[in-house]
């Protein structure tokens, strides 16, 4: 088994469309003349999550305010809301266990107080390498704690 990257993809289909889903384009019998159209997303078609609702191991954490996948720095922004007083917190990719498309839910493999606890995101700071390195750090640690 790979050492946990918290800055990389577990499964970069998850950010493509048809990801873990069949719909009647999928099916020949069903296809119609809308589904070939020059605007229609193909296999593999980047999806922006902003706006996806975010789930922890034991409830909603929030929704997705900003995305990035940059190379070596993929991570989401993630407004919280009121149950942390609107914090944002910076999840790196590599907490993500799935991404429902259909729902326009992604999972991650946390709970909500490992969340909350995580270091509190910094817009000024986020760029920085000792700010990402502290937060993966943090997320590396309690993944190992489970």
Request: hydrophobic letters at 30%; proline letters at 9%.
């Amino acid at each position: 088994m790979q050492p946990f990257n918290p800055w990389t993809w577990r499964d970069p289909s998850a950010l493509a469309g048809g990801y873990d889903q069949t719909t009647a384009a999928d099916v020949p019998e069903q296809r119609s003349a809308a589904d070939d159209g020059p605007d229609a997303p193909g296999p593999g078609t980047p999806i922006d999550l902003v706006g996806y609702r975010v789930e922890a191991n034991d409830g909603r954490i929030g929704e997705i305010d900003e995305a990035s996948d940059e190379a070596d720095a993929r991570y989401l922004v993630v407004d919280t809301g009121p149950w942390i007083f609107g914090k944002k917190v910076l999840l790196p990719a590599g907490t993500i266990e799935r991404v429902d498309h259909l729902e326009r839910t992604v999972h991650v493999d946390r709970t909500r107080d490992q969340v909350k606890d995580s270091p509190a995101f910094d817009p000024d700071d986020f760029t920085r390498p000792e700010y990402r390195d502290r937060v993966g750090n943090y997320y590396t640690e309690s993944y190992r704690q489970g």
